[in-house]
Each structure stands twice: as C-alpha cells, then as structure tokens.
C-alpha cells in the first residue's frame, strides 16, 4: 500500500492483514519493540499509531503481548545491546538459517521473535 495512501486507511489495512495472520497460526503469545526516543516526531507518531493497532490486534484474538526494548531485541540476536542495524539482519540470517534479509524491517521483526523466544 502506497504511502501516500491516507493514514487511517493504511492502518486499517494493517489491522486486517496482522488479524488474517493471527487466524492462521493462532499464535499464543507475541511481542512488540517498546516505544523508544525517535529524533523525526512525525515517524514516531505513525510508529507509535502502528503498535497499537497491531497490540489491539493481538489483545482482541486473546494473544499475550510482550513488549521488548530495543537494546534487549539487539543483545538476544547479537549479544549486544548497542548493535547496528546491519549487524541484527546479518546474524538473524545466521540464526535463522535465511539468505540474507532484504529490509530492516523483516530483519527488526524476526529479531524481535528471537527476543520473545529467548524471554520465554
């Protein structure tokens, strides 16, 4: 979907799509990176409007959610906390046994999988 699309259509598209995904694997629990300081407001905000619906998603199908912090995401796939991006898609490659991955964002939310995987 189109960034230009407007953002409550966006949302409600995500919304849709996270609870497609939760009817098909029935997952029991699932996590969330915890908000943390962002320099660009408007993108934090967004950010911000994304968790939610994906945490309203989760809490609606009866899914435990966890929220992880950033720096806790980064050290369970790299042992450390103040890893680079890069560094996080390279191992959860390795982790995983994946080619490598080609967003930041697939690599963020395997990462954050890696994390919840390794607290429980």
């Known amino acids: 979907m189109s960034t230009k699309t407007p953002l409550p259509a966006r949302?409600?598209?995500l919304y849709t799509k996270i609870g497609a995904v939760i009817e098909r694997f029935?997952?029991?629990t699932g996590a969330v990176e915890a908000i943390f300081h962002a320099e660009n407001t408007h993108s934090a905000l967004v950010l911000g409007h994304v968790r939610g619906v994906i945490m309203l998603a989760?809490?609606?199908a009866g899914v435990?959610?966890?929220e992880?912090?950033?720096t806790a995401?980064?050290?369970a796939a790299v042992g450390n906390g103040n890893?680079?991006?890069e560094q996080v898609s390279e191992m959860i490659s390795i982790l995983l046994g994946l080619p490598p991955i080609k967003t930041k964002d697939a690599s963020d939310a395997l990462a954050i999988a890696v994390a919840l995987a390794?607290?429980?």
């Open 58 to 60: 989760m809490e609606q």
């Open 83 to 85: 890893a680079s991006k």
């Open 11 to 13: 949302l409600a598209n």
């Open 26 to 28: 029935q997952p029991e």
């Open 73 to 75: 995401v980064k050290k």
């Open 68 to 70: 992880i912090a950033p």
């Open 118 to 120: 390794h607290r429980l």
């Open 64 to 66: 435990q959610i966890s």
